[in-house]
């Protein structure tokens, strides 16, 4: 089976840097996705890791660590834009399995 | 190119009327997955097709909800004598899905239905 463990809500301020962690257990790994969610839209890819490792794009990188079952989103800079869910997904053996979510709230 | 649509984009019914959504999925995608996301909570899987193989339909909740997809284009959903519970959005992704980062999902706009 698959179990995906995320933080329900953080908060973080504007220019910061925050980090969201998540940890799985699945029945095999075939890749990591995170995705963002601004409210009353869908959700849109950001990262992809398949190999341990940090991946960058722009103010986004994404870290995996397939031994420790571990990822986590860090977000630069920190944009009142950014305020929306941060899902993390993984591929099994079958399919995608999608987290709950980690609603990112940003202040001023 | 066009991305992946649904339709009606609402649609509101009374409890025990059965409804029919309908998702277009990118041309070429092999994977299409249905989710529900009630308000303010995260993507419940609900099933998933992959090509011709036999779909994983581990996530309906009851019997009340089944869904067809015709080869790898148009997949519908049905729910049959709705329940105010079943007032959600309900999303469609679909993936080229052949590994890798083809397993990226393209989400259509989603489908709000609410039950009266």
């Known amino acids: 089976g698959q179990n995906i463990d995320q933080p329900t809500e953080m908060t973080a301020t504007e220019g910061a840097i925050v980090q969201i962690n998540c940890t799985y257990q699945?029945?095999?790994?075939?890749?990591l996705f995170w995705y963002q969610q601004h409210a009353g839209e869908a959700p849109t890819f950001l990262s992809y890791n398949v190999l341990d490792g940090l991946e960058e794009k722009g103010r986004f990188s994404s870290f995996l660590s397939r031994s420790k079952g571990y990822s986590y989103l860090l977000l630069k800079e920190l944009q009142m834009k950014d305020s929306a869910s941060y899902l993390c997904?993984?591929?099994?053996?079958?399919?995608?399995?999608f987290g709950i979510g980690t609603k990112l709230q940003v202040i001023p | 190119g066009a991305g992946v649509s649904q339709s009606p984009s609402n649609k509101v019914t009374e409890k025990g009327k059965d409804v029919e959504l309908r998702c277009d999925p990118i041309s070429g995608h092999t994977a299409l997955y249905w989710y529900r996301q009630r308000l303010g909570q995260g993507l419940e899987f609900l099933i998933y097709f992959q090509g011709n193989s036999a779909p994983d339909k581990s996530g309906l909740p009851s019997d009340r909800f089944s869904a067809e997809r015709t080869g790898e284009s148009v997949s519908t959903l049905t729910i049959q004598r709705t329940q105010q519970e079943d007032s959600a959005v309900y999303l469609c992704?679909?993936?080229?899905?052949?590994?890798?980062?083809?397993?990226?999902?393209?989400f259509g706009p989603g489908t709000r239905l609410t039950v009266l």
């Open positions: 699945t029945s095999g790994f075939n890749g």
């Open positions: 992704a679909s993936s080229p899905s052949l590994g890798g980062r083809t397993d990226t999902q393209y």
């Open positions: 997904a993984v591929r099994g053996y079958q399919k995608v399995t």
